[in-house]
């Protein structure tokens, strides 16, 4: 069985990580969605409510796991037998972060990166601009698949 571990901090989750799941699930027959616990970056969205609205959002779909992790990324797939990290890319920045990040992976476990080009139509789309957006009150449903706090 093919599984990739989608990694990130999703603070919150958005249609862009949305339709990167999506999508996955047409190449791996699970995909595990690892929420990082991030000390340095801090939390808008408390990791319970992040948790507890994916698994949620997923409860019918049997392929798709919900897992929160600590340390390294190539631990927490060791951990679920992956050997594949799902990553979307929107842009330039996004794609020379991710090269650096899926060399360090291979080198260290041989855990292979696998990228999907962002949407046109989601590639504005982040969770800073989420969370901005939300700050300021503004209606942010039709970002995001589950619905804020
Ligand atoms: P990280 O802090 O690890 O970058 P994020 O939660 O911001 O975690 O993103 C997780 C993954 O989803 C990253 O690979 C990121 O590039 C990708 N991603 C974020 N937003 C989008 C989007 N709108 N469309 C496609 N992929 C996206």
Known sequence: ????????????????????????????????????????????????FRVESLKDYFKSEERVAVDVYD??????????????LLRGVRTVQDFEYEQAMAEANRQLDGIETVLLYARPEHAYISSSLVRELYSYNRDVSRLVPCRLP
């Open 1 to 48: 069985m093919r599984t990739a571990i989608f990694p990130g901090s999703f603070d919150p989750f958005t249609i862009g990580h949305l339709d990167i799941v999506e999508r996955g699930l047409q190449l791996f027959d699970r995909v595990v969605i690892g929420i990082g616990r991030n000390s340095m970056k801090g939390e808008t969205f408390p990791l319970a």
């Open 71 to 84: 340390g390294l990324t190539v631990d927490f797939a060791r951990m679920h037998g992956a050997k594949f």
